[in-house]
């Protein structure tokens, strides 16, 4: 069911700068405003010692932490939960305006445009309603065919696209990303075109996304010229909501868990999609090729994506479906 929801585009949740991630780092940093992180599996500054950088991000060795593996055969039917709506239409255009940051492309929507989520029944949630604030994709090293946060059964896509909402009962996400009922977030996972359809999920069909992939190809720059501590170049662009969820919209994963980049706050209810989104393989390779510091390193070096936190061998957390 769709009734509405102005997209607010790709938000950066992390509140330090990634722009200059490898200039400027320290292993140690007191202050949590000028604190760096990246996906070095080998560096200090890498996800195993995110909650040891600085203060702020103790909470990424916290009990609740995403992404998880969901085990299908795990997830308790919960079809009470039923489908979560929108206050705009599937079709209904909206303004966004993508930059490049760091390890994200962060796409914001137009001020004047508000994408409500509603309807959402889980974890005690009845009666809130979650404004869009932003979207952003996660993807995987070069030559590398993991790229999303979120697996199924152990397997994972090329990318995932995470539409980051916040609890309109707060000013801003802000304020929302403190408090226990502040965030929701809607994960998709992203297969990926290249002459050959991609194994579908089972019960999906293909949802191939050719607005969204011509979107990306616009924003996304094979050189950025503003890496680094500037890289604020926009570029503006529309979009549906139909553009960034499958064909299946009604049928989703739910859990409690956390914000998969520091400060790895506690406060997210996750929809994870059942069915995923097909874009086209240009996306995947200009994505993995992102200048995300000044000396010019690219994103696929290492990726953008945090190992699975729980549910590797077993599900120890409440997994639902609506389906």
Not at 76 to 98: A, K, Y
Not at 223 to 235: A, F, I, L, R, Y
Not at 244 to 253: M, N, T
């Amino acid at each position: 069911m769709w009734r509405s929801a102005a997209l607010s585009g790709l938000v950066a949740l992390v509140l330090v700068s990634l722009c200059d991630v490898v200039a400027t780092a320290q292993c140690n940093e007191p202050d949590c405003s000028k604190a760096k992180f990246n996906y070095d599996q080998s560096s200090c500054l890498g996800p195993a010692s995110w909650p040891d950088i600085t203060p702020c991000w103790s909470t990424c060795s916290g009990s609740r932490q995403s992404p998880v593996n969901i085990r299908r055969n795990d997830a308790t039917s919960r079809t009470s939960l039923g489908v979560f709506s929108f206050n705009i239409g599937p079709q209904q255009p909206f303004q966004v305006s993508t930059t490049i940051d760091g390890f994200k492309t962060n796409s914001k929507v137009s001020t004047t445009d508000h994408v409500v989520l509603s309807d959402v029944t889980q974890f005690g949630l009845s009666g809130n309603s979650f404004r869009l604030d932003g979207f952003h994709f996660h993807a995987g090293k070069f030559n590398n065919a993991k790229g999303s946060e979120h697996s199924f059964d152990g397997e994972f896509q090329p990318m995932e696209l995470h539409m980051v909402f916040y609890n309109t009962k707060y000013p801003d996400i802000s304020a929302a990303i403190q408090q226990s009922d502040g965030l929701l977030v809607i994960g998709v996972m992203a297969q990926v075109f290249s002459g050959a359809r991609p194994t579908p999920f089972p019960g999906c069909v293909h949802t191939f996304q050719r607005t969204l992939s011509r979107v990306l190809m616009d924003s996304l720059k094979d050189k950025n010229p503003k890496s680094g501590k500037s890289c604020e170049e926009t570029v503006d662009s529309t979009l549906t909501l139909q553009d960034l969820l499958p064909a299946d919209r009604e049928s989703y994963y739910t859990y409690e868990g956390s914000l998969t980049t520091p400060p790895c706050s506690e406060t997210v209810t996750w929809i994870v999609m059942k069915c995923p989104i097909v874009v086209t393989k240009s996306v995947l390779r200009r994505f993995k090729r992102l200048e995300i510091s000044k000396n010019g390193e690219r994103l696929g070096v290492h990726g953008s994506r945090r190992p699975v936190q729980r549910g590797k061998n077993h599900t120890p957390f409440v997994l639902l479906k609506n389906f």
